[in-house]
């Protein structure tokens, strides 16, 4: 799903916000995959909100961002960190100020230097079951499984709980329930929300 824009999911922002970032800010490295990024309004929103609530220690935050991207546009879209007003008007003046400016092209801003160089983008596709890495502290994962068959949701779900640290974190998108058959890989982080922490 191609079409998003910033701050699109503000409840699982503020979940990541009050009970993710309390729990991992002091790690040394902090390793997080956004899966399913589109264009990249999702990983850049949450890498605001970290920078936000982190100060100094956002230097240790990592955000792996990937995509099947059967266009080929959205590496590009991402490292280059354009983008229109129109994708932006939702984010708060004040967060708007301090991380966008204005590029010379009309109409569209670049999100700054230090927010680029913590999102990586990868082209890749949860169906290969195979994760971009095994030292996650946090899995974002929305609007994707939904197009999936409930069997390959399922082993995506069990590939994320194997690229998860101990007691790591995965988010998904408020429609989308887990399954039955991975519930108890995980275990709620808070009622009537889809984030939940690794079990084992």
Known sequence: MAFT????????????????????????????????????????SLAIVLRESMGPTFGNVKIYATDIDENGH??????????PYDQLKRIPKGIFERYFK????????????????????????????????????????????LHFREADRVEVIRM???????GGYLAMEQTQKMPRRVAGLFEPVVANAQLFRKVG
């Not at 879209?77 to 354009?82: A, K, S």
């Not at 569209?108 to 195979?130: G, N, T």
């Not at 994320?160 to 101990?166: E, K, M, N, P, V």
Request: hydrophobic share 40%; net charge positive.
């Open 5 to 44: 824009y910033f701050f699109r999911d503000l409840q699982t922002l503020h979940l990541i916000r009050d009970h993710v970032i309390p729990a991992v800010r002091c790690r040394r490295y902090i390793k997080i995959w956004d899966a399913g990024c589109a264009m990249g309004p999702e990983p850049y």
């Open 74 to 83: 959205f590496g590009e879209i991402i490292t280059g960190g354009e983008y």
């Open 102 to 145: 204005k590029n010379g092209k009309p109409g569209y801003f670049l999100i700054e230097d230090q927010l680029r160089k913590c999102v990586e983008y990868q082209k890749h596709d949860l169906l290969s079951m195979h994760p971009i890495r095994k030292d996650l502290v946090l899995i974002v994962c929305k609007n994707v499984l």
């Open 160 to 166: 994320f709980h194997g690229a998860l640290q101990r």
